[in-house]
């Protein structure tokens, strides 16, 4: 059984408009990590949250925005929706110590039309 | 930008040959991880390995063995006796300071 729970598993919205992504983690996950996923493309790297700080970021414009609240979960936000944001967004947590890393989550598969 | 290449962006062997899936990455850092990760068709990415880059030893669990090359930068994998359950998108990803930076991916299918 996976740590992270995502959701929804699959979302469909319309350019310009925003959207929330949301992600549960296990206790103990300390780091919240977002990944974006094109089709047939590796993930990329968005943001990661320690301790509901935003500690590092990846190549993606403010319009992508995120939160980590005290009880292991959190958010992405995107905002003004563009078609290229149709992607799988994985969330990842961890803990600094564990062996195996990060415990990826299903993912949401967003459609921008 | 230090990156992860995986050359092989599709493999497709008959059941029970042994597959090896490539893997390259670039490093400026001296202390680094590299992992290995599954993705079956349901979107999840499942944990295989993590190796610290002081420690070169290769590793086998069960029918997956791993060859970390420090010289020529490799982290390869290989699947002894391959069956259908295999088939997935394989990534390689080395990890920088507070992210994963992953390869394309190689799409092994497994042929009963």
């Known amino acids: 059984e996976t740590g992270v729970t995502q959701s929804p598993t699959h979302l469909i919205k319309t350019r310009g408009q925003q959207v929330t992504l949301r992600c549960s983690s296990q206790?103990?996950?300390?780091?919240v990590s977002w990944y974006q996923q094109a089709l047939g493309q590796g993930p990329q790297f968005i943001f990661q949250?320690?301790?509901?700080?935003?500690?590092g970021r990846g190549n993606f414009p403010p319009r992508f925005s995120g939160l980590q609240f005290p009880n292991y979960s959190s958010e992405l936000n995107v905002n003004a929706l563009e078609l290229d944001d149709s992607a799988l967004y994985l969330c990842?947590?961890?803990?600094?110590?564990?062996?195996?890393?990060?415990?990826f989550g299903s993912g949401t598969r967003l459609t921008v039309v | 930008a230090q990156k992860v290449t995986q050359a092989q962006t599709e493999i497709s062997v008959v059941e029970k040959e042994d597959v090896t899936l490539d893997c390259v990455y670039e490093?400026?850092?001296?202390?680094?991880?590299l992992f290995w990760y599954k993705q079956p068709p349901s979107g999840e990415l499942v944990f295989l390995i993590r190796?610290?880059?002081?420690?070169?030893q290769n590793e086998i669990s069960g029918r997956y063995s791993w060859n970390f090359q420090k010289s020529t930068s490799s982290f390869n994998f290989t699947i002894t006796a391959s069956q259908v359950v295999d088939s997935a998108v394989y990534f390689c990803?080395?990890?920088?300071?507070?992210?994963?930076?992953f390869g394309q991916g190689t799409r092994l299918t497994i042929n009963p």
């Open positions: 490093t400026r850092d001296t202390t680094y991880y």
């Open positions: 990803a080395r990890q920088g300071a507070q992210k994963l930076v």
């Open positions: 206790s103990g996950h300390n780091t």
């Open positions: 190796r610290n880059s002081f420690d070169e």
């Open positions: 990842a947590g961890g803990e600094d110590r564990r062996k195996d890393g990060y415990t």
């Open positions: 949250y320690y301790r509901e700080e935003e500690n």
